[in-house]
Structures are given as C-alpha cells and as structure tokens.
T-cell receptor, first 113, second 117 residues
C-alpha cells in the first residue's frame, strides 16, 4: 500500500513567520509531487507541482523535493491569516504518469494575527 | 472559465434509493476521478477514468459505479446507498501523460456533501 505521510498538526505560526509543512512518501518510483490547499468545507486547490530534486519557488511558496530521502516540503514565507487552511501533499504512483495520485491526510495550518 | 462542475452540492437521501452525482469538465481532460473525503481518513479514490469507455477501480470502489460515455462527463452512481457512504465527494480531472507542470495536477469540483439516512 503506497503511503503519503503528513503531520496532522495543527501547526500554528504567527503572522509574518515562515510555515514549514512536511511530507514523506513510500513509493520510491514516484516522480510527480503536488501541494494542495483546502479551506474548510471547500475543494482542494493546487498550489504547486514539483518534479525535480531541489527547490521550486512561486511567490511566497517554495516546494522542496529530496527523492533520495523520499521527502517533499512546502515553505510559506510571510505567512498571512488567509493561509490558514489544510495543506495536502499528493504523490503519483511510480512510473512517471500523473494519474493515480495518493494524498496525505493533510496538515492543518493556523496563522495567528 | 476552466472548471469542474459537480451537482448537486448537497444531497440528503434515504438508504437504498438510487442516486447519481454528476461531474462535468470543460478543459478537454482525458483523466477524471472520484474521491471521497472523510475526517481522519483523508481523500480516498473511488474510481478513475483515463478516457472514454475506460474506467478502473480506485481504493474504495465498493457500492459505487461510474461511466464515461463522453469525455467531459463522469457521473458517480450509488445504486443502493447506505449510511456508511455519507461523505464529502469530489470529482477531479487532469491532463494525462508524462508532462510536467501545474496543468498535470488535478482540478477539483466544488464537492458534493452526501448524507444517507
């Protein structure tokens, strides 16, 4: 059974701080990694994708991937109260195709004003 | 606007009464999938489809049916709903292939909150 593990949280950070969200996965063949944000009662929204080892930056968000350690993370700089949500890590089944994503259970982030 | 449209948003039904949740996407995506989301269990895949007339089971397919007669539509059918199918359901779609980029991630519908009493 392929697994994607996330700390359920809640992770609480003050406004303006850096929030660090972590994810580990079991399938060593996985090649596509995604971070989704889900507000309470709403649908998941894609924030970032990452496919290569290293960092990928998009605005206040940075995704980091380390395939050797089977670890992917999301950093949110200058956290805002509007970032308060559950963040889902998703990993594709090995083989390179993007379908059949397995999702972690998510980390609840709270940004305190 | 590119989107995945699910209907209905909310549904309360009784045990055993057949129901269909519709899903339609306007992005010409090959891949479509249904997930259910339950507290403490996260998102679990029910069924997926890689193209018209091509469907396959996900992790929790029991009690559900799907069909893919047209590329844009992927309805979820509960022939005889039971209370353990009370959940929040999401339809999702994406391009299919080995490309890279955000457009290979899933686009989700707004969700259908189903209650079976």
């Amino acid at each position: 059974q392929k697994e994607v593990e996330q700390n359920s949280g809640p992770l609480s950070v003050p406004e303006g701080a850096i929030a660090s969200l972590n994810c580990t996965y079991s399938d060593r063949g996985s090649q596509s990694f995604f971070w989704y944000r889900q507000y309470s009662g709403k649908s998941p929204e894609l924030i970032m994708s990452i496919y290569s080892n290293g960092d990928k930056e998009d605005g206040r968000f940075t995704a980091q991937l380390n395939k050797a350690s089977q670890y992917v993370s999301l950093l949110i700089r200058d956290s805002q109260p509007s970032d308060s949500a559950t963040y889902l890590c998703a990993v594709n089944d090995g083989g390179g195709s993007n379908y059949k994503l397995t999702f972690g259970k998510g980390t609840l982030l709270t940004v305190n004003p | 606007e590119a989107q995945v449209t699910q209907n209905p948003r909310y549904l309360i039904t009784v045990t055993g009464k057949k129901l269909t949740v519709t899903c339609s996407q306007n992005m010409n995506h090959e891949y479509m999938s249904w997930y259910r989301q339950d507290p403490g269990l996260g998102l679990r895949q029910i069924y997926y489809s890689m193209n018209v007339e091509v469907t396959d089971k996900g992790d929790v397919p029991e009690g559900y049916k799907v069909s893919r007669k047209e590329k844009r539509n992927f309805p979820l059918i509960l022939e005889s709903p039971s209370p353990n199918q009370t959940s929040l359901y999401f339809c999702a779609s994406s391009l299919l292939g080995q490309g890279r980029g955000d457009n290979y991630g899933y686009t989700f519908g707004s969700g259908t909150r189903l209650t079976v009493v």
